[in-house]
Nanobody, 115 residues
Framework: VQLQASGGGLVQAGGSLRLSCEAS????????MGWYRQTQGKERELVAI???????DYAESVRGRFVISRDSATYTLYLQMNSLKLEDTAVYYC??????????WGQGTLVTVSS
């Protein structure tokens, strides 16, 4: 599975961005999809996750502001980010797991929230 993430950029605090992550390759084997983020000097952390039954879960820090979704026809994962805060600044990575529990990562897309 190959993942291509896009949609990052510079946004003012309070604004919105939508990230996309398109999967290609052996997409039929994808079960779980999610978004993670990482800032310099910190470990990568889970932002939001969507399982094969479309059940979602969010980090407490983004709950109520971010929405994860996917287009099953195109195997594209989205992350709608609203009410962005300075602390949301990070490199965002999409992640998928397949039927064989293998994990794949996208290349990362930078989100910068300015005051």
């Amino acid at each position: 599975v190959q993942l291509q993430a896009s949609g990052g950029g510079l946004v003012q605090a309070g604004g919105s961005l939508r990230l996309s992550c398109e999967a290609s390759g052996s997409r039929f084997s994808i079960t779980e999809m999610g978004w993670y983020r990482q800032t310099q000097g910190k470990e990568r952390e889970l932002v939001a996750i969507l399982d094969s039954r479309n059940r979602s879960d969010y980090a407490e820090s983004v709950r109520g502001r971010f929405v994860i979704s996917r287009d099953s026809a195109t195997y594209t994962l989205y992350l709608q980010m609203n009410s962005l805060k300075l602390e949301d600044t990070a490199v965002y990575y999409c992640n998928v797991k397949d039927l064989f529990r293998r994990i794949y990562w996208g290349q990362g897309t930078l989100v910068t929230v300015s005051s």
